[in-house]
């Protein structure tokens, strides 16, 4: 297969997982302009990647542009209130989501080892173990605190968001770490982390 052939092969892949995220029914004004809520964040995560590492492999690439793959389509109302319900509706959402893309890869030609591999890094298999996948959870780390951390502050009670904030703090790299310390946020959003990071008492 040559380099041409790959290129074409990932460009049809990136744009049948956006042509999948742009059904999304829930709106994100974005620019002006309302636009499908799945779809920008799944260029959100391509461009932070690019941003945090320019080098990433094709498959991290892919699994960063289809993490929220129609994600819409299992409403977290769905599963019972509580961790067990989220925990649930967490992993199923995983599954989904790999068995989407990975529907969407073997059509455009992505041989078995690669879809498998993409479905790996979406189910966040050997997280912390398997350096890829923690690239990927870095990402979507970074994403959150960059363009959801403000909606989720608004949303909740501060306790909730710290504990939040240290489950998300947990999950990252210690490069992970240090470069959501650079993000430029409001100081009211820097300080709910400094909390969230700062020993228990």
């Known amino acids: ?50 941003e945090f590492e320019p080098t990433a492999s094709e498959v991290v690439r892919l699994a960063a542009r289809c993490q929220h793959i129609r ?64 690239l990927l959870e870095d990402v979507a780390c970074l994403v959150f605190l960059t363009y959801y951390l403000r909606a989720f502050v608004n949303q909740h009670e501060e306790l909730k968001v710290v504990e939040v904030l240290r489950k998300t703090w947990r999950k990252m790299s210690t490069r992970g770490q240090s470069t959501a310390l650079e993000l430029n946020l409001p100081d009211d959003l820097r300080s709910l982390i400094g909390l969230a990071i700062s020993p228990v008492e």
């Open 1 to 50: 297969m040559t380099e041409t052939e790959n290129t074409e092969r990932f460009r049809k892949a990136i744009e049948g997982f956006d042509r999948a995220n742009a059904d999304d029914p829930n709106m994100e004004l974005v620019s002006s302009r309302q636009q499908a809520k799945e779809l920008v964040y799944s260029q959100r995560m391509t461009a932070t990647l690019d």
């Open 71 to 134: 994600r819409w389509t299992i409403p977290r109302a769905t599963y019972p209130e509580g961790r067990d319900g989220y925990r649930r509706w967490r992993t199923d959402l995983a599954q989904f989501h790999a068995e989407t893309a990975a529907d969407i890869l073997t059509v455009v030609g992505y041989d078995a080892d690669t879809v498998q591999r993409v479905q790996v890094l979406l189910r966040k298999e050997r997280l912390k173990v398997d350096a890829e996948v923690q």
